[in-house]
Nanobody, 121 residues
Framework: QVQLVESGGGLVQAGGSLRLSCAASGRILRIHAMGWYRQAPGNERELVARITSGGSTNDADFVKGRFTISRDNAKNTVYLQMNSLKPEDTAVYYC???????????????WGQGTQVTVSS
């Protein structure tokens, strides 16, 4: 009933920038918090940044000053602007959204399929 479609990943040199986008679609009544997580090989999935419907953000310490999360509520889209990328930022980045749908007004957590970000040294 809900799909999250990510785009914007790719290969970039250290110090470069990428912008990830994630658009939610489906029988959406309301989108609450949206966020980005990442998972590198052999590691657990970790929070990168999260943003509430009102625009309050929560960033992981390792991205402060480098990554910026934002959202466009009219487009049901969340963005992650990543600057000053480092090789250790290499991971699959996943979009996450807390959504209430029209189906019985059920509120659930949804995930995108992931987009690969590779930073070369």
């Amino acid at each position: 009933q809900v799909q999250l479609v990510e785009s914007g990943g790719g290969l970039v040199q250290a110090g470069g920038s990428l912008r990830l986008s994630c658009a939610a679609s489906g029988r959406i009544l309301r989108i609450h918090a949206m966020g980005w997580y990442r998972q590198a090989p052999g590691n657990e999935r970790e929070l990168v940044a999260r943003i509430t419907s009102g625009g309050s953000t929560n960033d992981a310490d390792f991205v402060k000053g480098r990554f910026t999360i934002s959202r466009d509520n009219a487009k049901n889209t969340v963005y992650l602007q990543m600057n000053s990328l480092k090789p250790e930022d290499t991971a699959v980045y996943y979009c996450n959204a807390d959504i209430t749908t029209w189906a019985n007004y059920r509120r659930d957590d949804y995930w995108g399929q992931g987009t690969q970000v590779t930073v070369s040294s």
